[in-house]
């Protein structure tokens, strides 16, 4: 039963963002509406569920294990763009959070208290930046959306690597020092996800043509989901 209910509040989440997403930007100035709902409802669904499933595949390393989250949040930012590309990581996050069992060691609002929580935060911001520096690339190489991949990722560990220091010391009293926060956290987790930034950029690469082709894209290879329409303030 939790499983079927899991997968209703997947489909009905994203759904209300959907509802308000006009709204969310108008703040701004603008309002971004959406190609069409339909579409835009399974970029979301896509999107949450991928980094979904990326959390359970796993390998176990100290610390922080090594998962496939990163390669589809990363993917989110570059496919969908910085805004739905970051909504739909926050999504994800918050599903997690409300109870659904979708991190990689379950879920709830207790997982703010893990340590490794601050790298679920960091996804947010990482897709955020790579999202933005892939839409902003007048030629695109695979080089050029490596660093923006790498980028991302970046801030991912920084967030990361922050939320556990503050966490073990202040919170749980469990005192880890900057060495072995480095060692564990960094050293050896990022060659993987490393590994996993230039596979980014040689799938978005390939996939741009077909990206382009199905109208998800522009001929520019800038995400095509939303059409802004210029709203004035109120």
Do not use: H
Request: aromatic share 14%; hydrophobic share 55%.
């Amino acid at each position: 039963l939790g499983k079927y209910a899991a997968l209703l509040v997947v489909f009905l989440v994203p759904l209300a963002v959907i509802a308000v997403y006009p709204l969310i930007f108008s703040c701004f100035g603008e309002v971004y509406l959406p190609v069409s709902y339909g579409s835009i409802f399974a970029y979301f669904v896509m999107g949450a569920a991928l980094i979904a499933v990326g959390a359970f595949i796993k390998i176990p390393v100290p610390v922080v294990p090594f998962t496939l989250q990163y390669l589809f949040t990363m993917l989110a930012g570059l496919i969908l763009g910085p805004r739905l590309g970051t909504i739909s990581v926050a999504a994800y996050m918050l599903l997690g959070l409300a109870g659904l069992p979708i991190f990689t060691e379950g879920g709830g609002l207790w997982y703010v208290l893990k340590p490794s929580f601050g790298y679920i935060i960091g996804f947010c911001i990482g897709t955020y930046v790579t999202g933005t520096l892939a839409a902003r690339l007048k030629k695109r190489t695979v080089a050029r959306y490596l660093a923006a991949n790498l980028a991302g990722l970046a801030v991912v560990f920084a967030a990361g690597m922050i939320y556990y220091y503050v966490i073990c010391n202040y919170v749980l009293n469990t005192p880890i020092a900057v060495g072995p926060l480095f060692l564990y956290c960094f050293v050896l987790a990022v060659p993987g996800d490393t590994a996993l930034s230039v596979l980014g950029a040689v799938l978005i690469k390939r996939l741009a043509p077909l990206l382009e082709r199905s109208g998800i894209w522009t001929v520019s290879g800038t995400p095509n989901i939303p059409q802004a329409a210029t709203a004035a303030r109120s």
